[in-house]
Each structure stands twice: as structure tokens, then as C-alpha cells.
């Protein structure tokens, strides 16, 4: 069995340190802001810093990872002999996933004998990061990179996202919502509860009255739906006492302890803003 590395991209939102545990390499992901076109990527500034400039006004837009950064970080693996599993953010909300089986396709001809699978997890944020967790338990039990990747596969229409968002302007801009809909849902203090469906884009399922309420509807849907044992994570647009509020209904109400909070990463914190908050776990069905 021929030896791998696993690669993901930083819209997984878990952090530096927790992926060198995991023996994980990560692509940052570039942003920039609107006012002076300055280029970041993602954890080259502190998150907590993302999140002021924005409630300040700023406005920052991504682009997805180009193939010259995969070309950067696969090539060193593949000359020193490693195969390659690369876990990629959700088709449906970035072409980061399709430029990495480019750069893919295109290094396996200057690599013979060398193989790079890509897996579109068809997640986001701490979402990819969860099934990012599976694909490293699956290698340290043994599993080769096919076997892996196929597992991945039968898998990922199991990883349960849900969302809620503070501030309705942030999804009016990237076109989820319209300018009618977030000034009648801010006046009336309406909130959306949002999931990542089966082809990974991003879907409002319902709104309550209510940022409480919100988070407790996430809660519940957990509650209908996790599978027995399930892994829960949890991220947040800066909002910390939001999160440790969810990890505290769904401990007491529905008996699972919350395995990993951390923040949403300026890739998902760019259109969703301060206040973002997101519940995942394994379940029956997204």
C-alpha cells in the first residue's frame, strides 16, 4: 500500500494546529477587501480582527484557491514519493474544487505512478472540517487512499450543516436573499435557519422570530436527525457565548458534547458576517 498525505483547503475552518495533529496539509484561501483591493488569505490575520473590520463596514470578497497554489503545495508531496487525498470545499459554493482536479490531472502526467484523488466534500466551514476528521480516522485505521476516498464518497451526504446569521444585509449582498426580504426580516427581527443541501450549496429552509429561537430550531435538528455517536462541531462569526449556548442545548437536551468549537473563517465569514453561527454532525440525511 503506497504511502498518502491528505490536503484540504482553509474553508474547512479548523485551525493550524489542529491540522499539523492530523498530519493535514492546507491551501489558504485568498480574500481581499473592496475599499483598497489589499489580498489575504485566510489566517494571515487574526480572525477575531476579520470580524471588527467588517462590523465596521468593510467589505471583503473571495476568489477561489488557482492552480499554481495546488501546483505549490502537491508538488513537494508527489517528488517525495506521496500519493495524494485532497478533501476540497463544496463545488456548489466556490471553483476551488474544480481547479484543484485540474492542477490534479495535469501534475499526474508530470508524476507517472503518482495519484492525487479529489473528494468534493460538497461542505463548508467546520463542516468540511468534520468530514475532514473522518477522512483522518479512516487513514490511521489502515485504510488506503482508494479505500479512503470511497468511503468519503458513500459518506458525505451524511455531514449535517446548519446555519443562522445575525445581520440579513450579508446574504442580501450575495444574492441568497432579496433587498425586500432582509429589510422586512430585520424590522420584524426575523432570522433564517439555513442548511448545505445534497449538491453543497447553501439553502434557507425556514425563519423564525428571534435569534434564541433560531438556535434552538438548530438544535432540534439535530435532535430529529444525528446518527448515534456522531462527532459535533461547532463555528461562529465571533459570537463565542452563541456558541458555548448551542453546545449547551444540545449537551443537556439531546446528550452529545461538542467535540470542536472554532470560528467561521473569513472564506464563509465574507458572505455570512459577524454573528454567523453553524451546528454540525452525522446524520441520517443533510
Known sequence: MSAYRIVTDSACDL???ILRDWQVD???????????????????????????????????????????????????????????????FSSGLSATCANGKTA?????????????????SL????????????????????????????????DKLHLCHWFTVDDLKYLKRGGRISPATALLGTALNVKPVLHVDNDGHLIK?????????AIRTMAEHLGKS???????????????????????????????????????GALIGSHSGPGTLALFFRGTER
Not at 106 to 120: C, F, K, N, S
Not at 128 to 141: I, M, S
Request: hydrophobic fraction near 40%; charged fraction near 25%; proline fraction near 4%.
Open 26 to 88: 492546507m491551501v489558504a484561501m485568498p480574500y481581499m477587501f473592496q475599499d483598497t483591493g489589499e489580498l489575504h488569505v485566510d489566517h494571515d490575520m487574526p480572525i477575531s480582527a476579520f470580524y471588527a473590520q467588517m462590523r465596521g463596514g468593510r467589505v471583503a470578497k473571495t476568489s477561489a484557491v488557482n492552480v499554481d497554489a495546488y501546483d505549490d503545495l502537491f508538488k513537494p508531496l508527489l517528488e517525495q514519493g506521496l500519493d495524494i487525498l485532497y478533501v476540497a
Open 226 to 264: 444525528v446518527l448515534k455517536g456522531s462527532p459535533v462541531y461547532i463555528s461562529h462569526g465571533d459570537c463565542i457565548g452563541d456558541a458555548e449556548y448551542l453546545a449547551k442545548i444540545v449537551r443537556e437536551e439531546y446528550g452529545y458534547e461538542t467535540q470542536i468549537i472554532t470560528y467561521v
Open 205 to 213: 429552509v425556514t425563519q423564525v422570530h428571534g435569534r434564541k429561537k
Open 123 to 154: 461542505c463548508a466551514s467546520a463542516g468540511e472540517g468534520l468530514f475532514l476528521y473522518f477522512a483522518k480516522e479512516n487513514r490511521d485505521r489502515g485504510m488506503s487512499l482508494e479505500e479512503n476516498a470511497d468511503a468519503l464518497e458513500a
Open 15 to 17: 485551525a493550524p494546529e
Open 104 to 120: 490534479a490531472a495535469a501534475l499526474e502526467q508530470h508524476y507517472p505512478g503518482r495519484t492525487i484523488r479529489v473528494v468534493d
